[in-house]
Each structure stands twice: as C-alpha cells, then as structure tokens.
C-alpha cells in the first residue's frame, strides 16, 4: 500500500532552521508532484511548496526566500528546508503526493517554533 512518512519536525527557536523528509513507497515517485502543506491549531490546512517530477519548485508567499523543496528519485524522499523561522511557521506539516486525480498524504510531523 501507499505510505507516505515524514521526519524532521521538533522544537526549534525563532530564527533557526529544520529540515523535514517525506520518504514513500508504493507508488511511482518519479511521476509525482510532492507537495508540503501546514495546519496550525483552529487554522485549515494551508499549501507550502511543492516540486513537480521535473524540478520545478513553487512556494507560498509566506515562506518563499526562507524555504526549500527539494526530492531524490532514486530514495523516493522529499525535503523541506526550513531557514529563518518564525513562531508563526508553528504547525503539524504533512507531506503529499499528487498524480492527476490521485492524491495521497502522510500522517504529519509537528514543528514548533519557539519566540
């Protein structure tokens, strides 16, 4: 089956960085756009950033210049880079793999960011 598990989260102070993964199994990686969305406490799930299979990256407003996505083919896995946090990144991130019509996500991975 489909499994999509993230790492990386934790406590971390303003200003600091953390690096998130994401390694899959049971589908065809390569063929994936990945995804990173966040959901803060009494917010909806919001879009981070995302990688197509080719490479090409795009990014929310909110944490464009501070974040990177990045993905390995070859050890299914996606990152994100997180430099220069702020309190108000503080959220479970999850981790989800798109194709067309199909759409799967991790179970999340909490990151607190400390004032």
């Known amino acids: 089956q489909v499994q999509l598990v993230e790492s990386g989260g934790g406590l971390v102070q303003a200003g600091g960085s953390l690096r998130l993964s994401c390694e899959a199994s049971?589908?065809?990686?390569?063929?994936?756009?990945m995804k990173w969305y966040r959901q803060a406490p009494g917010n909806e799930r919001e879009y981070v950033a995302q990688i197509i299979s080719g490479g090409t990256t795009h990014y929310a407003d909110s944490v464009k210049g501070r974040f990177t996505i990045s993905r390995d083919n070859a050890k299914n896995a996606v990152s994100l880079q997180m430099n220069s946090l702020k309190p108000e990144d503080t959220a479970v991130y999850y981790c989800?793999?798109?194709?067309?019509?199909?759409?799967?996500w991790g179970q999340g991975t909490q990151v607190t960011v400390s004032s």
């Open positions: 989800n793999a798109a194709y067309m019509r199909t759409s799967y």
């Open positions: 049971g589908i065809i990686f390569s063929a994936f756009t």
